[in-house]
């Protein structure tokens, strides 16, 4: 009888400090509701942001958010209560003026689409020799940018979103030093000439330290640009570690070789060579798989080409897509053209560039700084996965 009364007391105390924990909880954490009819505390999100303090959450209700939110000097949770219908939206032909720009904090179950209004065709990426920064001005911008200096020693995390881009990445990240940015549960989709991810790491000494990026639960899917992701060393004094947990991904990759970096120092296989029975061979007998739910290379005809790209101008994003196989499809061309004088040119569905070439390329696919971590596994791109031994 003692014993049970004392458990019963115990279980209590128990709930008593739980009970206790949350309301201290609820105190800490304001809470505000953006709702666009004026029954909340604002009408758009950016005036939110402006007016709410450091560590609040706004509760984003349904609507079309047609505003471009830039949220840099303090950690905000932005929240949305329905992830298909709580949409921030605007146009990212301007590097500087995209749907959202943002530093710390979380971000979670919204719709952030990164718009191509003119329909022009727009520059794909290139990492060459110049600076991450000499062509912001008339670069296209992100659907989501990670860039600011506010990063440094912060968290980040993006959870359970959908974010879509008709221009440039869906995502643009710089990293800072001591900061972690995590992806999970999302899904990025890429139709315009940059693909799902570009991600840099920074030179500034005074920003240093081990950085974190992780992506967890995610679907990958890039119908046009050559390149599903682009990652740029700017050196060692801010190294980066990379973790992807089951990334699902579907990409592109063409035969014709003229849209190909000439610079791409991915030391990865080109993936053509991923057909040949000595690379498969060489594969398995060092632990590396794709977890592909079937075939990890496919090709579209010339024919199915067309009608895959008719399919994409046809479609609303928002609504609904095009369908594309999990793993690599390789598009045939009517012409193939061919890259003279350079023959390091690949068909590589990363691109790599690391700003200080004399560096030895000691991390993934040839980067300087930037490794794969060992939690790296059960993702498509067989790259992507820490070799099991």
Not at 3 to 14: Q, T
Not at 45 to 61: H, W
Not at 86 to 108: D, F, K, R, W
Not at 354 to 382: R, V
Request: proline share 2%; aromatic share 10%.
């Amino acid at each position: 009888m003692r014993k049970r009364k004392m458990r019963y007391i115990c279980a209590m105390l128990f709930m008593i400090c739980c009970i206790s924990g949350m309301r201290v909880n609820a105190q800490e954490d304001k809470i505000y509701y953006v709702r666009q009819d004026g029954t909340g505390d604002f009408t758009s999100i950016q005036d939110g942001v402006n007016q709410v303090e450091d560590g609040a959450v706004l509760i984003i209700t349904p609507g079309v958010y047609n505003e471009s939110v830039t949220v840099t000097d303090k950690t905000i949770r932005l929240i949305g209560t329905n992830r298909e219908k709580c949409i921030i939206m605007a146009s990212a032909e301007n590097y500087h003026n995209i749907p959202l720009t943002i530093g710390a904090g979380m971000v979670s179950n919204l719709t952030i689409y990164g718009r191509n209004l003119s329909g022009e065709y727009i520059q794909p990426v290139s990492l060459n020799e110049n600076t991450a920064y000499e062509w912001q001005d008339t670069f296209p911008g992100y659907a989501i940018h990670i860039d600011q200096d506010y990063s440094y020693g912060r968290e980040l995390i993006i959870d359970n979103c959908k974010v879509i881009s008709d221009s440039n990445q869906c995502i643009g990240i710089g990293c800072r030093g001591k900061s972690t940015i995590q992806i999970s549960n999302s899904e990025l989709i890429a139709n315009g000439q940059g693909g799902c991810i570009y991600l840099h790491n920074n030179s500034n000494p005074e920003l240093d330290g081990d950085a974190q990026f992780i992506m967890k639960n995610c679907r990958l899917t890039n119908y046009k640009c050559p390149y599903i992701m682009a990652l740029h060393s700017m050196g060692k004094s801010n190294p980066l570690y990379l973790t992807f947990e089951n990334v699902m991904a579907s990409t592109v990759a063409y035969e014709d070789m003229t849209c190909y970096n000439t610079w791409n120092e991915n030391t990865w296989f080109d993936v053509r060579a991923l057909q040949s029975y000595a690379v498969k061979q060489y594969l398995q007998e060092n632990g590396y798989y794709s977890a592909a739910a079937g075939q990890l290379l496919h090709t579209y005809s010339v024919a199915q080409r067309r009608q895959f790209s008719a399919s994409l101008q046809n479609n609303s994003l928002l609504k609904e897509r095009s369908e594309l196989e999990e793993g690599i499809t390789i598009l045939q061309s009517d012409t193939i053209g061919r890259r003279t004088g350079s023959s390091s040119t690949a068909c590589q569905v990363i691109d790599i560039a690391n700003a200080e070439h004399d560096e030895q390329a000691d991390g993934w696919c040839g980067l300087s700084g930037i490794y794969l971590t060992q939690e790296s596994k059960n993702n498509t791109l067989i790259e992507m996965n820490y070799p099991l031994f």
